[in-house]
């Protein structure tokens, strides 16, 4: 079993800066990519940013310069450091991460439960 435990989500005003955390755990052989998405009430799941287990990242551009995503393998943690949030940023921000959890290569994709980013105007 592989679980996503994402932190770091909350309220803050326009603005300001929140820092998100995933940590994966469980029966993990390696991670090939791992990510962030959200999604605001009423409008469909994004991609925020992802990056790969080299450090080739790639981001929305309507977060381009604004957000920076980077992880640390040795803890099979990704991070999203998310600075001069907007209102529209509010959502719930979703990790997930692409998993290969044996020697035989099967891969997965695994979500984490959200977590709630408000940002107030």
């Known amino acids: 079993q592989v679980q996503l435990v994402e932190s770091g989500g909350g309220l803050v005003q326009a603005g300001g800066s929140l820092r998100l955390s995933c940590a994966a755990s469980?029966?993990?052989?390696?991670?090939?990519?791992m990510g962030w998405y959200r999604q605001a009430p009423g409008k469909q799941r994004e991609l925020v940013a992802a990056?790969?287990?080299?450090?080739?990242?790639n981001y929305a551009d309507s977060v381009k310069g604004r957000f920076t995503i980077n992880r640390d393998n040795a803890k099979n943690t990704v991070y999203l450091q998310m600075n001069s949030l907007k209102p529209e940023d509010t959502a719930v921000y979703y990790c997930?991460?692409?998993?290969?959890?044996?020697?035989?290569?099967?891969?997965?994709?695994?979500w984490g439960q959200g977590t709630q980013v408000t940002v107030s105007s």
């Open positions: 469980g029966s993990i052989f390696s991670i090939t990519v």
């Open positions: 997930n991460a692409d998993i290969v959890v044996d020697s035989r290569g099967y891969e997965y994709r695994y």
């Open positions: 990056i790969r287990g080299g450090g080739t990242t």
